[in-house]
């Protein structure tokens, strides 16, 4: 079975917690595992990022859970495509909240990455969407290794 990864991004439920975040790391973490998902979630500004990579079956049933999760609206697919590699294989599932973190060197990148200095990626393309994350993945390695 061929592996993918799928981009998509989604503006979260009006209203919706931290706590709510808390809730979805701490299960793709149990989960996917089982199911070798691999991938990297980055909210912000009332959006999420995501990336999924593994099995086409398993991605694709996941993403369609996702697709259906009240804690989401506007669920955009932005791209998926066969990968020989993964990028992110040592995340069951990392988190990255937008407004954490190294803000300075995040929002530049994201500027040289998508001509903007706003964080909003149901207005990204497919590239700017998978560049910035690739960028963010080399970034939080850079910032663990710290």
Known sequence: MPTIRLLYASAAAVGMPYGALVDIMSHAQQRNPERQITGMLCYGSGQFLQALEGERAAVTSLYHRIAADARHAQCQLISVEEISARGFP?????????????????????????????????????????????????????????
């Open 90 to 146: 040592e995340w069951s599932m990392k988190v990255v909240n937008w407004e954490d973190g190294d803000s300075a060197r995040r929002r530049a990148m994201l500027e040289a990455d998508t001509g903007s200095s706003t964080f909003s990626p149901l207005t990204m393309s497919a590239a700017q969407a998978g560049t910035f994350l690739r960028h963010l993945a080399d970034l939080e390695r850079d910032l663990a290794g710290d």
